[in-house]
């Protein structure tokens, strides 16, 4: 007799949910940066075209992606604590070939920007390389590992708003929110660093959450400081009243991620420290 109901086991891919796979294919960060620097661009009346906001989208992902790639070459054969490095493990050909089509892309649409924008865009890619170097060659990746989330968030806030500083005198309350803007991005890093401090240990992954116990004590103070900046840049400027709310939104939304972290599974908590940046899609729609 043949049993009336037989298992059928199913590709790991066809079990992972919907939500996860922007995380998985590192598709996440661009769009925060898309919505910061629109946010940004819109306060200060910057008018930004699609080649601008597309190679932004494109050299994040290509970061994240390369950052990813090289983590995963790191890792041992077999079950990983990380479906983000386990996925870039167990597809880094494709991931590969589509990060080469990424820079070739970039490429192009950094031939259409203007000399000033080139040279600028030099020093950023730079100031990349720079930290790729730092976290990825053995000598060096220990000492700085300590500083990876402080570092990571400061160079994605800058490029999230490379264009819009361009095109705009710079002003106080432009330097206070601005300030903010990289203060959140630093505290999203230091909050998913706290919850990996036991996976990153398993993966030999240094950063600054495995270095400072009681990092996650200091969340509030950092979130309090970066909300009085925006709120600085207001009291300056009017126009900055709705980007301080977003980011007031955002730090309590951390803090409170930070704070309960039972509330959702490990890779559903990443996937909502990236997702409570989105709040200036709610204030200025």
């Not at 929110?177 to 996976?199: Q, S």
Request: aromatic content about 10%; hydrophobic content about 60%; proline content about 5%.
């Amino acid at each position: 007799m043949k049993p009336a109901f037989s298992v059928i086991a199913l590709p790991a891919a066809q079990l992972r949910p919907w939500w996860l796979w922007p995380n998985l294919l590192s598709l996440d960060a661009p769009v925060v940066a898309l919505v910061w620097q629109a946010a940004f661009a819109r306060i200060l009346a910057v008018e930004l075209g699609w080649t601008q906001r597309g190679l932004l989208a494109v050299c994040v992902w290509l970061a994240y992606c390369g950052d990813r790639l090289l983590d995963a070459r790191r890792l041992p054969a077999g079950p990983v604590d990380s479906a983000r490095h386990a996925f870039a493990r167990d597809h880094a050909r494709p991931f590969a070939a589509a990060w080469s089509v990424g820079l070739a892309l970039a490429a192009a649409m950094a031939l259409q920007m203007s000399a000033r924008e080139m040279l600028a865009g030099a020093g950023l890619l730079a100031a990349v390389g720079v930290y790729f170097l730092l976290h990825h060659l053995q000598f060096s990746r220990e000492r700085a590992g300590r500083w990876k989330e402080p570092m990571a968030g400061l160079v994605f806030a800058v490029g999230a708003l490379f264009f819009v500083a361009l095109n705009l005198q710079i002003t106080v309350p432009f330097v206070l929110a601005a300030l903010a803007w990289g203060g959140l991005c630093a505290m999203n890093c230091m909050v998913i660093a706290g919850w990996d401090r036991e996976r990153d240990a398993a993966m030999a992954q240094p950063s600054m959450a495995r270095r400072w116990a009681g990092m996650e004590r200091a969340l509030p103070m950092m979130a309090l400081g970066w909300v009085g900046l925006a709120l600085g840049a207001a009291a300056l400027d009017a126009r900055w009243l709705p980007l301080a709310l977003a980011l007031a939104a955002s730090a309590l939304a951390l803090l409170e991620l930070a704070r309960r972290p039972e509330l959702f599974s490990a890779e559903a908590r990443r996937v909502w420290a990236d997702a409570v940046l989105l709040t200036p899609l709610l204030v200025f729609l």
